[in-house]
C-alpha cells in the first residue's frame, strides 16, 4: 500500500525584492517547522516554493532600474532562494514561475477551462497607449489627483494623500510610457464567475472547513457574504503567461491565476514522474500563507480546482497567519521600515536559530504581533541561553567531570524508593513525558508557539530536576549523582529531537556534543507513539560540551535600531504590493443597532497635546467636551506632532472604560481612520459643530 501523499506549500514570494521578517513570521517558518516535523514521523511529504515573477510591479520596477523584467527576477530569485537556503528552510524544491514547465502547466489549465466553458468573456473599455501599441495597466497611467490635485498621482493610488483611485478619476491622464494622453479602447478578457460558483461550490466548502482556523474562516466567509464577483482572469500585459487563445496577443494570465499554478509545475519538476500523485486521490494539500493572500488560496484556487476536474484535491488545510509588526509599527517595504533576512545573517552570523526561536515565539497565529530588537535580545539571553544553554552545558560538564563523558551505566541500580531524589524525578519524568506529547498536539494543530514553549518547557525541567537534586553536592553517594546526571542526559537527548523541528543548526551541535544519532526508525518511533527511556544507552560516549547560544550586548540592539531608524524613507516611492485583499479589510460581524447606540460618540476639541515620558507611542490630550474638560491618552505619537493635534475637532467614544496608563487615567478614546499604507487620519465633522455635540 502506497503511503497518504502531502504536499505542503509556502506562498510564493514576489520576485520584485528581498524577503523580510513579516515574510518568514507570516509563512515560510511555520510551514518549515511543519514539515521538518511530517519528515521526522516518517511521513511522504514535500515542501513546494518558488519566485512568483509575473505581474505589473515587475515591469514597473525594471523600467525604472532601466533593465528587463526577465534581468530583475533573475538577480531576486537568486537573492531569495539563496537566502532561505541559508536560513534553513528546507524546500524540497524551490521553483520559479517563468520556467517554461510552469508556462506550459498554466496555460494547459487555462486551455482546459476555456473549453470546458468554465470563464465569461467581457469586453470593457481600457487605456491605451497609442504610441506605444499596449494597453496600460492601471499604474502606468498617471494624472492629477481629484483629491489633493497632485499632478503626478498614479491610476490605482494618489502617493500625496492616500486616495485610491482609479484611471478614469484622474485628470488629465496620461501614459508613462510615452507621456501621451491614453485613449480608451474596448478589449476581451475572460473572468472567472465566482458568483455562479459561490453557489455551485464555495459557500459549501467554506462551510464544512470547521477545523480552519478562526482568522481564516471569519475573512473567506465575509467574502462569501458580502457575494463574490466574477473576476478576471486575463489581464492586457506583455509580462507573464501569454492568454493561449489564438489571436489574442498583447495579452496574459491574472498572476492569482497562474501563480498557485506554480504549486503544481513546481511539484513537476520536482517529481516528474509521479507527481500527480501529490495532487490527486487522498492527498493532503495544505497552504501555508498570510492573510493578505487568504481570498487567493481558500477563494480563487480552490474554485479553479474544482472547475478543472482532473481528480484534483482541493486545500486541505490553510493555517493563514496574520501580520507581524516592527518596532511599534507596520512593517512597509515601500517605506523600507523592514528587517531583510539577508542583511540580518549578513550582520548577525551564526544566528539563525536565535531568529527561528524569537519569530517561532511570537508568531502572528491568532492576530497581530510584534518584533523589536530589545526583544530577540531578552528572549535570547534569558531563554536560549539562560534555560536550554545552560541545562544542556551543565549537564555535559558535569559528566566530564563525574562519570567519565559516558551515559553511567550501573545495571539494577536506583536510589531508593520514596527518597528525594527518586520523588523529584518522578514528577519530572512525568512532566517531561507530557510536554512531549504536548508538543506534538500543538504542531500538529499549527499551534507553533505553544510547540516551541513547549520544547523549552523541558529545557526548564531539566534546570530545575538539576537545582532540585545538586548532583555537584553529592560527593559521597557517587552512584545517586551518576543517576541524576543520566537523567539529564536523557533530557538532553530529548532537547536535541526537539530541536530537529525548530532550530536545526542547534540540533546539530547538540547531536555532536551528545554523540546522538538516532536513526530514523527510531525518530520515527517517538514522535509518532512518544518518547521511551533510555535514549541514551547505557556506557554510550558523550563528544565535546560546547556553549550552544552566546549572550547578547546591549550595543548589538541599540546598533540594529539606529540602522532601522536611518533606513526609513519618509515617502513611499515605490508600488505597494497587491492589497486588494488586505485593504480595505473585510467587514466585522453583522451587529443590531443597539449594539450601536451603546456607543457614546461625541465632538470635542483638543485643548492641549503632549508627550508622555517613557512611551513613545502615546501622546497625552486634554479634551474640551462641552461638558468639562477630560484627559485621553491617545496611541498617536508616532503619526502626528503634540502641535498638530493641539487645536483639532475630533471625535471621541466618551462612554469607554477608563484605563490607566503611565499612571495617568485615561478617559475615553479618538476615533482615527487607517488608511492602507497604515497611517491614521483625523475623523472630523465638517462645518464648525461645537464640542458636545453628539454622533449618532
Ligand atoms: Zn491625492
Keep these: 500500500m502506497s503511503q497518504r501523499k502531502i504536499t505542503v506549500t509556502a506562498a510564493l514570494p514576489y520576485a520584485n525584492g528581498p524577503v523580510h521578517l513579516g515574510h518568514l513570521a507570516g509563512a515560510y517558518l511555520p510551514a518549515d517547522f511543519y514539515v521538518r516535523w511530517r519528515r521526522l514521523r516518517g511521513d511522504d511529504v514535500i515542501f513546494i516554493c518558488g519566485s512568483d515573477e509575473h505581474g505589473v510591479p515587475i515591469t514597473i520596477r525594471a523600467r525604472k532600474e532601466g533593465i528587463s523584467p526577465q534581468e530583475l527576477v533573475d538577480r531576486n530569485h537568486a537573492l531569495i532562494r539563496d537566502t532561505f537556503d541559508r536560513f534553513g528552510i528546507s524546500f524540497d524544491h524551490y521553483g520559479r514561475t517563468s520556467d517554461p514547465l510552469h508556462h506550459e502547466t498554466a496555460s494547459e489549465m487555462f486551455s482546459d477551462l476555456l473549453q470546458k466553458g468554465a470563464f465569461t468573456e467581457e469586453v470593457t473599455e481600457q487605456f491605451y497607449d497609442e504610441e506605444a501599441g499596449q494597453f496600460l495597466a492601471d499604474r502606468y497611467i498617471i494624472g492629477t489627483c481629484p483629491v489633493c490635485a497632485n499632478p503626478n498621482a498614479y491610476g490605482d493610488q494618489c502617493e500625496k494623500c492616500g486616495s485610491t483611485l482609479s484611471p478614469q478619476e484622474l485628470k488629465e491622464p496620461r501614459s508613462a510610457l510615452s507621456g501621451n494622453p491614453p485613449v480608451l479602447r474596448p478589449t476581451k478578457n475572460w473572468y472567472l464567475p465566482l458568483d455562479r460558483l459561490q453557489n455551485e461550490f464555495l459557500n459549501q466548502y467554506i462551510n464544512s472547513r470547521d477545523n480552519w482556523k478562526t482568522n481564516v474562516l471569519g475573512q473567506c466567509r465575509s467574502w462569501l457574504n458580502e457575494g463574490l464577483r466574477p473576476r478576471a482572469m486575463t489581464r ?414 475630533v471625535l471621541w467614544l466618551g462612554n469607554l472604560a477608563p484605563r490607566k496608563m503611565r499612571g495617568i487615567e485615561s478617559e475615553g478614546m479618538i476615533l482615527m481612520a487607517e488608511d492602507a499604507q497604515g497611517r491614521l487620519h483625523f475623523v472630523q465633522p465638517a462645518g464648525d459643530a461645537e464640542p458636545g455635540s453628539t454622533v449618532s
Design 236 to 649: 492586457d500585459l506583455d509580462w507573464g503567461v501569454k492568454v493561449p487563445v489564438a489571436g489574442e496577443d498583447g495579452k496574459v494570465l491574472y498572476v492569482w491565476f497562474e501563480a498557485p499554478i506554480g504549486y503544481i509545475s513546481i511539484t513537476r519538476r520536482l517529481k516528474p514522474a509521479n507527481w500527480q500523485e501529490y495532487w490527486t486521490g487522498d492527498a493532503e494539500l495544505i497552504h501555508f500563507i498570510g492573510k493578505d493572500n487568504i481570498v487567493f488560496h481558500c477563494i480563487i484556487f480552490p474554485a479553479m480546482l474544482h472547475l478543472y476536474d482532473h481528480g484534483f484535491v482541493v486545500p486541505k488545510q490553510v493555517p493563514a497567519n496574520e501580520f507581524l509588526n516592527l518596532e511599534g509599527d507596520k512593517i512597509s517595504t515601500s517605506r523600507n521600515w523592514a528587517v531583510w533576512l539577508h542583511e540580518y545573517m549578513d550582520e548577525l552570523p551564526g544566528k539563525e536559530d536565535e531568529l527561528r526561536y524569537v519569530l517561532g515565539s511570537i508568531l502572528p497565529e491568532t492576530k497581530d504581533s510584534e518584533f523589536t530588537w530589545k526583544d530577540w535580545q531578552t528572549r535570547i539571553n534569558s531563554e536560549l541561553v539562560g534555560i536550554l544553554g545552560n541545562f544542556v552545558n551543565r549537564v555535559l560538564v558535569l559528566s566530564g567531570k563525574f562519570t567519565d563523558k559516558r551515559v553511567p551505566d550501573m545495571p539494577g541500580f536506583a536510589p531508593e524508593s520514596g527518597s528525594p531524589v527518586a520523588e523529584i524525578w518522578k514528577e519530572t519524568d512525568q512532566a517531561v513525558l507530557a510536554a512531549w506529547r504536548e508538543m506534538n498536539a500543538h504542531i500538529e494543530a499549527f499551534r507553533f508557539r505553544d510547540a516551541l514553549a513547549a520544547m523549552m518547557q523541558i529545557a526548564r525541567l531539566g534546570n530545575r530536576f538539576l537545582a532540585a537534586t545538586e548532583p555537584w553536592k553529592m560527593k559521597d553517594d557517587y552512584r545517586t549523582r551518576a543517576w541524576v546526571l543520566d537523567r539529564g542526559l536523557q533530557i538532553c537527548a530529548c532537547l536535541q529531537l526537539a530541536a530537529e523541528v525548530f532550530l536545526p543548526a542547534t540540533a546539530a551541535r547538540l547531536s555532536d556534543q551528545l554523540n546522538y544519532k538516532p536513526d530514523a526508525a527510531t525518530r520515527k518511533q517517538y514522535w509518532k507513539n512518544g518518547l521511551e527511556w533510555p535514549l541514551l544507552p547505557a556506557g554510550h560516549e558523550l563528544g565535546e560540551a560546547g556553549l550552544l547560544f552566546r549572550q547578547v550586548e546591549d550595543e548589538v540592539v541599540e546598533q540594529q535600531v539606529k540602522k532601522l531608524q536611518s533606513m526609513i524613507s519618509t515617502h513611499s516611492a515605490e508600488m505597494p504590493e497587491e492589497t486588494a485583499a488586505a485593504f480595505p479589510p473585510a467587514l466585522k460581524d453583522t451587529i443590531q443597532y443597539d449594539d450601536f447606540a451603546k456607543l457614546d460618540i461625541r465632538v470635542v476639541k483638543v485643548l492641549t497635546a503632549e508627550a508622555v515620558p517613557k512611551a513613545d507611542k502615546l501622546l497625552k490630550l486634554t479634551l474640551d467636551t462641552g461638558m468639562g474638560e477630560r484627559t485621553v491618552l491617545s496611541g498617536i505619537a508616532q503619526h502626528f506632532k503634540p502641535e498638530e493635534v493641539a487645536g483639532k475637532t
